[in-house]
């Protein structure tokens, strides 16, 4: 228990106190203002999820979950992958442009990736029913018509599988119903510094007959650009050429765009057959980064010298049956994801590497004089993701209840990265190319099969045993080709390009939970879990280091409370946990060892940490509601790597704030009006795992401000003022680049939201 302790990290919190001084005075002015005096009707209203795979009150649940509902994701704006992760206390991310992320729980972070050819992510992201994790480009799905987003924190292996090692992300969105529906939202923002945004989407509910209906869904959000390209040059330190970026200088060339549309169908086949069937498709196009150079060029300032842009497409196929079987529940859903995902990245700066620049673009015993060596950096991705699941659930019985299944997905991934100079001399570039000095065309294929099941038998009025048990197996080939002309069969002169890469992994295993949860009264329920969660293993590009490398897997212990109390005005959920991480899989590169990216297993880890979920009504008007998540997670042990020690035992680990929490007031000022404050405070953390290349991200702390009025019979209006302080926060420093950049935040942004609903 003593080790167990040290997560009450009294300094910090302290310090988290201390640096949200303006927005505790803004929220005490807010509640000062209202009465405060309690009214005995005034309840809490009842949140249903799904976390077990079937619908239950949250309170029932002997899991840590917190949720997002459609009107919290309304009210607060969130339109992104970005935005709610920030609003959940125990989450951490990390994002560097729209689609190109990686979500962490409870400190289990290995610092991520975003090389479709390293290990998986520890969080696993579902669809409704389906998942649709992957491997550093996260689907960022536009949040609108969402019935609500769950977290579900600490390992969920046993029902969801592979992913889910540290906890899940579910997105639930809005199906069809018997009644006509119909509305839309219009709104426009201008940010300080930038250009302005827009945003268009709308849905209807169609009913077909009595027993069908269609619900469609559009969107079109356009977000203006707050990063400047500036003024800038490169003096190569071989070639002595000089390379000026003035053809790339421009003002807030950051914007994006983010089209999309979802069909979806609901058919009763009979009284008690369910037919769901969805469709829905996204486009997201960039320009330019959202990193910048505040210490050589100042606030919001970069210079690049080549464009940078990505391209990210994806249609998705999910049909679901449900249907009484008499003795159980059927439930069979499958699901078809593919993805086209196109990015072109500046990456001149790495030619100042003597490497790059001295033998692929100044050479000259082979290539004759020295060439402009900028390069561009260009990957292309597509993906197609196959998934299958049947399960069974027995009939609510007073004593003995189940549910069993079955799990198959294929997860196909081809991608061709490309290392491109365009001057460099065609005998210079790997062969079948004009100007490609490096270029990885390789093809992932992950299978995964595996049987699943959950008993819940009730000891007696108050106690219940949860036991769960999951087996499954895997296969991950990798082939293709990896290389320039000089490496790995010194190309020079020859016009083919064979194969060399031809790795494959075979694993099989097995994980297992225990819950036991005790009802205290009709109010409040305690409990205990123990249970586990897994990354498979894979297969590495090359055998420099090892071939393949192994699973990792994650124990956890975790004590947990659910509460209603003060006549149903307060909701309190709390969670205490402490897990081990055995075999932690880390994906690194060392040009000593190889020319690729790696991954390694590297020992020991574990993270104790504390989260805390309330909402209060505290009177007829007001309402407030925090989230709060306190973790520390460090190494076990070095990590040695031909006989230097890479990381340190007791090292944090990354992308892990010590402490997280939000607090969001709503007041009722009027019948039809309402004012919202919300603010959002991340400890600082390290940015890598390798401690001569960590840097500490420093803590900050954002602020939202909205008033929502109604401006008709079915329609309301919101101003809403984001990042009210201006705050500059630190979402990802790449410290291992040449050129040091900090992802950053929007500045201030000032909107407003018409929004129109006919039922």
Same mark, same amino acid.
């Given at each position: 228990?003593?080790?167990?302790?040290?997560?009450?990290?009294?300094?910090?919190?302290?310090?988290?106190?201390?640096?949200?001084?303006?927005?505790?005075?803004?929220?005490?002015?807010?509640?000062? *203002?209202?009465n405060?005096?309690?009214?005995?009707? &005034?309840?809490?209203?009842?949140?249903?999820?799904?976390?077990?795979?079937?619908?239950?009150?949250?309170q029932?649940?002997?899991?840590?979950?917190?949720?997002?509902? +459609?009107?919290?994701?309304?009210?607060?704006?969130?339109?992104?992958?970005?935005?709610?992760v920030l609003?959940l206390?125990?989450?951490?991310?990390v994002?560097?442009?729209?689609?190109?992320?990686?979500?962490? &729980?409870?400190?289990? *972070?290995?610092?991520?990736?975003?090389?479709?050819?390293?290990?998986?992510?520890?969080?696993?992201i579902?669809?409704?029913?389906?998942?649709?994790?992957?491997?550093?480009?996260?689907?960022?799905?536009?949040?609108?018509?969402?019935?609500?987003?769950?977290?579900?924190?600490?390992?969920?292996?046993?029902?969801?599988?592979?992913?889910?090692?540290?906890?899940?992300?579910?997105?639930?969105?809005?199906?069809?119903?018997?009644?006509?529906?119909?509305?839309?939202?219009?709104?426009?923002?201008?940010?300080?510094?930038?250009?302005?945004?827009?945003?268009?989407?709308?849905?209807?509910?169609?009913?077909?007959?009595?027993?069908? +209906?269609? /619900?469609?869904?559009?969107?079109?959000? /356009?977000?203006?650009?707050?990063?400047?390209?500036?003024?800038?040059?490169?003096?190569?330190?071989? *070639?002595g050429?000089?390379?000026?970026?003035?053809?790339?200088?421009?003002?807030?060339?950051?914007?994006?765009?983010?089209?999309?549309? /979802?069909? +979806?169908?609901?058919?009763?086949l009979?009284?008690?057959?369910?037919?769901?069937?969805?469709?829905? =498709?996204?486009?997201?196009s960039?320009?330019?980064?959202?990193?910048?150079?505040?210490?050589?060029?100042?606030?919001?300032?970069? *210079?690049?010298?080549?464009?940078?842009?990505?391209?990210?497409?994806w249609?998705?196929?999910?049909?679901?049956?449900?249907?009484?079987? =008499?003795?159980?529940?059927?439930?069979?859903?499958?699901?078809?994801?593919?993805?086209?995902?196109?990015?072109?990245?500046?990456?001149?700066?790495?030619?100042?590497?003597?490497?790059?620049? =001295?033998?692929?673009?100044?050479?000259?015993?082979?290539?004759?004089?020295?060439?402009?060596?900028?390069?561009?950096?260009?990957?292309?991705?597509?993906?197609?993701?196959?998934?299958?699941?049947?399960?069974?659930?027995?009939?609510?019985?007073?004593?003995?209840?189940?549910?069993?299944?079955?799990?198959?997905?294929e997860?196909?991934?081809e991608?061709?990265?490309?290392?491109?100079?365009?001057?460099?001399n065609?005998?210079?570039?790997?062969?079948?190319?004009?100007?490609?000095?490096?270029q990885?065309?390789?093809?992932?294929?992950?299978?995964?099969?595996?049987?699943?099941?959950?008993i819940?038998?009730q000891i007696?009025?108050? &106690?219940?045993?949860?036991?769960?048990?999951?087996?499954f197996d895997?296969?991950?080939?990798?082939?293709?080709?990896?290389?320039?002309?000089?490496?790995?069969?010194?190309?020079?002169?020859?016009?083919?390009?064979?194969?060399?890469?031809?790795?494959?992994?075979?694993?099989?295993?097995?994980?297992?939970?225990?819950?036991?949860?005790?009802?205290?009264?009709?109010?409040?329920?305690?409990?205990?879990?123990?249970?586990?969660?897994?990354?498979?293993?894979?297969?590495?590009?090359?055998?420099?280091?090892?071939?393949?490398?192994?699973?990792?897997?994650?124990?956890?212990?975790?004590?947990?409370?659910?509460?209603?109390?003060?006549?149903?005005?307060?909701?309190?959920?709390g969670?205490m946990?402490?897990?081990?991480?055995?075999?932690?899989?880390?994906?690194?590169?060392?040009?000593?060892?190889?020319?690729?990216?790696?991954?390694?297993?590297?020992?020991?880890?574990?993270?104790?940490g504390?989260?805390?979920?309330?909402?209060?009504?505290?009177?007829?008007?007001?309402?407030v509601?925090v989230?709060? +998540?306190?973790?520390?997670?460090?190494?076990?042990?070095?990590?040695?790597?031909?006989?230097?020690?890479?990381a340190?035992?007791?090292?944090?680990?990354?992308?892990?704030?010590?402490?997280?929490?939000?607090?969001?007031?709503?007041?009722?000022?009027?019948?039809?009006?309402?004012?919202?404050?919300?603010?959002?405070?991340v400890?600082?953390?390290?940015?890598?795992?390798?401690?001569d290349?960590?840097?500490?991200?420093?803590?900050?702390?954002i602020?939202?401000?909205?008033?929502?009025?109604?401006?008709?019979?079915?329609?309301? &209006?919101?101003?809403?003022?984001?990042?009210?302080?201006?705050?500059?926060?630190?979402?990802?420093?790449?410290?291992?680049?040449?050129?040091?950049?900090?992802?950053?935040?929007?500045?201030?942004?000032?909107?407003?939201?018409?929004?129109?609903?006919?039922?």
């Open positions: 228990m003593g080790e167990t302790m040290n997560i009450f990290h009294a300094e910090k919190v302290h310090d988290a106190v201390v640096k949200t001084t303006k927005a505790t005075a803004i929220a005490s002015a807010v509640l000062v *203002s209202a405060t005096i309690a009214q005995d009707d &005034m309840m809490i209203e009842e949140v249903i999820v799904s976390a077990q795979k079937k619908s239950e009150n949250l029932n649940v002997p899991i840590s979950v917190t949720t997002l509902s +459609a009107d919290e994701l309304d009210s607060l704006n969130i339109k992104d992958f970005a935005d709610y609003q206390p125990a989450a951490s991310a994002q560097r442009r729209p689609g190109q992320g990686q979500i962490f &729980m409870r400190g289990i *972070s290995d610092g991520g990736n975003v090389n479709q050819s390293l290990q998986g992510p520890a969080v696993a579902y669809l409704d029913e389906s998942p649709v994790t992957m491997i550093g480009d996260n689907l960022d799905v536009h949040v609108y018509d969402i019935e609500r987003v769950e977290s579900l924190t600490g390992p969920q292996g046993t029902l969801y599988g592979a992913a889910s090692q540290a906890g899940n992300l579910k997105i639930i969105t809005k199906k069809p119903s018997s009644e006509f529906d119909s509305g839309f939202n219009l709104s426009a923002e201008s940010t300080r510094g930038g250009d302005g945004s827009t945003m268009v989407e709308g849905f209807v509910n169609i009913p077909l007959s009595q027993n069908a +209906a269609l /619900r469609f869904v559009g969107f079109n959000d /356009r977000d203006g650009g707050f990063i400047d390209s500036v003024n800038d040059s490169i003096t190569y330190p071989v *070639s050429i000089t390379r000026s970026n003035e053809v790339f200088v421009e003002d807030n060339f950051n914007d994006a765009v983010k089209d999309g549309y /979802r069909a +979806a169908l609901r058919v009763d009979s009284e008690n057959w369910k037919l769901d069937v969805n469709y829905m =498709g996204q486009e997201t960039t320009n330019g980064v959202w990193d910048h150079n505040p210490d050589e060029l100042g606030e919001y300032n970069v *210079s690049r010298f080549y464009d940078d842009k990505t391209h990210d497409e249609t998705r196929f999910s049909a679901t049956v449900t249907g009484d079987l =008499g003795f159980a529940d059927l439930t069979f859903t499958t699901s078809s994801l593919e993805r086209d995902f196109e990015v072109l990245s500046d990456y001149s700066h790495y030619s100042i590497d003597g490497y790059v620049e =001295g033998y692929y673009t100044c050479y000259e015993y082979y290539f004759g004089p020295c060439v402009d060596p900028s390069i561009q950096f260009e990957n292309d991705t597509h993906q197609e993701y196959d998934t299958t699941e049947i399960r069974l659930s027995s009939k609510e019985g007073e004593k003995f209840n189940w549910i069993i299944g079955a799990f198959q997905t997860n196909v991934t991608y061709d990265s490309q290392w491109r100079v365009p001057a460099i065609p005998d210079a570039a790997v062969p079948g190319s004009k100007d490609l000095y490096y990885t065309d390789q093809v992932r294929a992950e299978d995964e099969s595996a049987v699943f099941g959950e819940y038998y007696n009025d108050k &106690m219940e045993l949860t036991l769960g048990h999951r087996k895997n296969e991950t080939t990798l082939k293709g080709f990896v290389g320039t002309i000089w490496w790995p069969n010194s190309l020079y002169g020859s016009t083919t390009r064979p194969d060399n890469v031809n790795s494959k992994y075979d694993g099989s295993d097995s994980i297992s939970k225990i819950n036991l949860s005790y009802q205290v009264d009709n109010n409040s329920m305690l409990y205990i879990t123990r249970s586990e969660g897994y990354r498979p293993g894979g297969a590495n590009r090359t055998s420099q280091l090892g071939a393949t490398y192994d699973a990792d897997f994650l124990t956890s212990t975790e004590f947990g409370f659910k509460s209603i109390s003060m006549d149903g005005r307060l909701r309190l959920n969670a946990y402490q897990m081990d991480w055995d075999d932690i899989q880390l994906g690194w590169f060392d040009s000593s060892i190889s020319l690729l990216g790696l991954v390694d297993n590297i020992g020991k880890a574990n993270s104790n504390f989260e805390i979920d309330a909402k209060y009504i505290l009177s007829d008007t007001v309402t509601a989230g709060y +998540a306190n973790n520390e997670a460090v190494l076990k042990e070095d990590y040695v790597l031909r006989g230097v020690v890479e340190k035992d007791g090292q944090d680990l990354p992308f892990t704030p010590d402490t997280k929490y939000n607090v969001t007031v709503n007041v009722d000022t009027g019948d039809t009006s309402s004012l919202q404050f919300n603010y959002v405070y400890d600082e953390m390290w940015n890598d795992l390798f401690y290349d960590r840097e500490m991200q420093d803590s900050y702390g602020a939202n401000l909205s008033f929502t009025t109604q401006v008709g019979e079915n329609s309301t &209006m919101q101003i809403y003022m984001d990042n009210i302080f201006d705050e500059v926060a630190q979402l990802y420093i790449n410290s291992e680049d040449i050129q040091r950049l900090t992802t950053v935040n929007r500045p201030t942004t000032v909107g407003v939201k018409f929004s129109w609903n006919y039922k």
